[in-house]
């Protein structure tokens, strides 16, 4: 007992360990719903202890997987008709609603059925850097029911439940594709077709996991563009889903070849039962490479068309409330008693519907149990950020957008045309190089251009609600512009007094005069 005391404790396992065996926990949590099925069948009302529902579960997920598309998933009804069979050879004196009502059970079980947000939870724990050992949640799903092009629900399932047919968990999908195809070829050459058919459905596997990544990336384009990194991840993605089906198609089309050969040599009827049906399997492969390939093909129109739809969609019919000048500033100059009621107004419809929280007793127990967690007084520290300055790339200097306003600081009474303003901007900008600070008579003309096709659709209620006296405005009269280096329309430019500084002025002359009075 003394030599066991003495020994030192031996230190925690390390980061690559603690990885590989939260996978192991992850992968056996994903097998735990299947095991469920076999434990809770005791609590249908009936004799159901003669059925291995395990084994229907993963009927039910191999189904849905072979069934649902690339746009759509698989249809329920379905998959409870192909899954009827299977129930009924486990049980065939019994009715066929009792086989249906297995079906049912089964699926909705795997859908997790009665659930809030229809998934399950494993807890499993990993050490950190410190040796501390932390309890985790795993969230997952295998199989989702997801809505249709066509407005109906279909089935999808998800890459847990593709990793529990395949006897894998978070396998890189390029990788264990290429160790399943060169898998399939040696086996067939060996004859042994019996092993090669269940590497040819891990492959077919494999490519239905490719094909719901890159739908996923698309789907999430769809509803917001920035939310997808199109600029490595997808690209990367796209360029080496292409490479990999490349590369599938001359490896599929030699397998097909020596299986088509195993199959016309073999004598026994076994071996050419066998030979046929991965001959449909590796069709099958076949046809969802060329169909993903349609969609990476599709992918990069798709971002651009999504780009253009989500920047350039025409505004809301309807217009948004301006808070400062139809609420705020009327508000402002009402007494108090009248002030309240078109605020109770907004704020009634403003907030929107509350929708009411329903307690239950096992949530309120734990929140009841549950000890507080103490928090520092100041909060998390925060870190330092790491400032740039920001490089001086802007194309006008100072001077000149100083040359510019000047010339624009026009008398409200004397509108100019914009010919006569290059004119100036040209003589102006040569005066400036000579006196030695930036001066180009060209790039001050541009300036000045600017200015005033900006001033073409002035922002007046902007202008107004700040306070401005003036306002820069330029008109098109039908005048062509007559400039070496611009063309268009020879504007008129000029300055518009703005109505709140007469309405200021006014209020000003009232005060005086009560003042006075």
Same mark, same amino acid.
């Given at each position: 007992?003394?030599?066991i005391?003495?020994q *030192? !404790?031996?230190?925690a396992?390390?980061?690559a360990?603690?990885?590989?065996l ?7 949590a ?5 095991h ?6 005791v609590?249908l009302?009936?004799e159901?202890?003669?059925?291995t529902?395990?084994?229907?579960g993963?009927?039910a997920?191999?189904?849905?997987? $072979?069934?649902?598309?690339?746009d759509?998933?698989a249809?329920r ?9 299977r ?16 079906a ?7 859908i997790?059925?009665g659930?809030?947000?229809?998934g ?5 724990g990993?050490?950190?850097p410190d040796?501390?050992? !932390?309890?985790?949640d ?28 395949v ?11 290429i160790?399943?195809?060169v898998?399939?070829e ?7 077709l ?10 077919r ?6 094909a ?5 990336a698309?789907?999430? !384009?769809?509803r ?5 990194d ?6 990367? $993605? ?12 001359r490896h ?13 040599e ?37 971002f651009r ?6 920047a350039?969609a025409?505004?809301a019919?309807r217009?948004?409330?301006d ?6 500033a009327?508000v402002?100059t009402?007494?108090l008693?009248d002030?309240?009621? *078109?605020?109770d107004?907004?704020f ?18 734990d929140l $009841? ?22 490089p ?11 040359a ?5 600081d026009l ?5 100019r ?5 290059l004119?100036?901007?040209r003589?102006?900008?040569a ?16 300036l000045?251009?600017l200015?005033?096709?900006h001033?073409a659709s ?6 107004y ?7 820069l ?6 005048t062509?512009?007559?400039d ?25 002359d ?8």
């Amino acid at each position: 007992m003394t030599a066991i005391a003495d020994q *030192p !404790t031996r230190p925690a396992p390390g980061p690559a360990a603690d990885e590989g065996l939260a996978r192991r926990l992850k992968a056996l949590a994903c097998t735990a719903p299947l095991h469920d099925l076999d434990s809770r069948k005791v609590n249908l009302a009936g004799e159901y202890a003669s059925y291995t529902m395990a084994e229907v579960g993963l009927a039910a997920i191999d189904l849905v997987t $072979l069934n649902m598309d690339f746009d759509t998933g698989a249809d329920r009804d379905i998959v409870l008709a192909r899954l009827l069979p299977r129930i009924a050879a486990q049980n065939p004196g019994r009715a066929t609603a009792e086989h249906e009502r297995v079906a049912r059970w089964v699926l909705e079980s795997l859908i997790n059925v009665g659930s809030v947000d229809r998934g399950f939870r494993a807890v499993y724990g990993t050490f950190g850097p410190d040796g501390e050992y !932390t309890r985790r949640d795993y969230d997952f799903k295998l199989i989702e029911e997801v809505p249709g092009q066509d407005g109906g629900v279909y089935l999808r399932t998800t890459d847990e439940a593709v990793n529990v047919l395949v006897g894998a968990l978070d396998t890189d999908v390029t990788s264990a594709q290429i160790a399943a195809e060169v898998k399939l070829e040696v086996l067939i050459r060996r004859g042994r077709l019996a092993d090669a058919q269940l590497a040819a459905e891990q492959a077919r596997y494999r490519t239905v996991q490719y094909a719901e990544t890159l739908r996923r990336a698309l789907e999430a !384009t769809r509803r917001n563009v920035r939310a997808v990194d199109w600029m490595e991840t997808v690209p990367d $993605l796209i360029d080496e889903a292409l490479d990999h089906i490349a590369d599938r198609y001359r490896h599929e089309n030699a397998i097909l070849t020596n299986i088509r050969k195993a199959r016309d040599e073999s004598v026994d009827g076994e071996h050419k039962r066998r030979a046929a049906e991965l001959v449909d399997i590796v069709k099958d492969c076949i046809r969802r490479h060329t169909q993903l390939q349609t969609r990476l093909l599709e992918a990069g129109p798709l971002f651009r068309a999504e780009q253009d739809r989500q920047a350039f969609a025409a505004p809301a019919a309807r217009s948004g409330i301006d808070l400062y000048g139809q609420l705020l500033a009327p508000v402002l100059t009402l007494p108090l008693g009248d002030a309240t009621r *078109p605020t109770d107004a907004f704020f009634a419809r403003a907030t929107g519907l509350r929708t009411p929280v329903s307690v239950r007793v096992a949530d309120l127990v734990d929140l $009841l149990l549950t000890p507080p967690v103490e928090r520092e007084h100041l909060g998390a520290e925060l870190p330092e950020p790491d400032l740039v300055a920001t490089p001086d790339d802007s194309r006008f200097s100072e001077a000149q957008l100083e040359a510019a306003l000047d010339l624009l600081d026009l008398p409200a009474d004397a509108p100019r045309r914009l010919s006569g303003l290059l004119a100036d901007a040209r003589s102006r900008g040569a005066a400036l190089g000579e006196d030695g600070e930036d001066g180009d008579g060209e790039e001050l003309a541009y300036l000045v251009a600017l200015l005033a096709v900006h001033a073409a659709s002035p922002p007046v209620g902007t202008a107004y609600r700040q306070g401005e006296e003036r306002l820069l405005f330029a008109v098109d009269d039908g005048t062509r512009l007559d400039d070496p280096g611009f063309g268009g329309a020879d504007l008129i430019v000029g300055s518009a007094l703005l109505d709140a500084v007469g309405m200021a002025a006014d209020r000003k002359d009232a005060k005086g005069t009560g003042a006075a009075g």
